[in-house]
């Protein structure tokens, strides 16, 4: 079992950059595929980033590719996803998800969430 801690939301204006931070405690976090979803207001929980659980593999939502950059440590037992270029609506709660299976984009695949953190983008 995993338990996850995301940090580094905040307030940004649009075009500015965040990022975010998701620390795992427990075991085995180097055989955790690591998703990055978000859910705005009124909106479905929906993937942005995943990352393969050797950092090797990784795969993007077409709205935020080319903007965010997901990443993790290992030895920190961290996953990073760095947003630049922030639009309004990417507006949203961020949440880290783990998975002890291969890469996926379905929310329902990810056994472990954190308790998200807020982003909000100005215009």
């Known amino acids: 079992q995993v338990q996850l801690v995301e940090s580094g939301g905040g307030l940004v204006q649009a075009g500015g950059s965040l990022r975010l931070s998701c620390a795992a405690s427990g075991r085995s976090f180097n055989r955790y595929t690591m998703g990055w979803f978000r859910q705005a207001p009124g909106k479905e929980r929906e993937f942005v980033a995943y990352?393969?659980?050797?950092?090797?593999?990784?795969y993007y939502a077409d709205s935020v590719k080319g903007r965010f950059t997901i990443s993790r440590d290992n030895t920190k037992n961290t996953v990073y996803l760095r947003m630049s270029s922030l639009k309004p609506e990417d507006t949203a709660v961020y949440y880290c998800?783990?998975?002890?299976?291969?890469?996926?984009?379905?929310?329902?695949?990810?056994?472990?969430w954190g308790q998200g953190t807020q982003v909000t983008v100005s215009s």
């Open positions: 998800a783990a998975r002890t299976g291969g890469t996926t984009v379905s929310t329902r695949d990810y056994e472990y």
């Open positions: 990352i393969s659980w050797s950092g090797g593999f990784t």
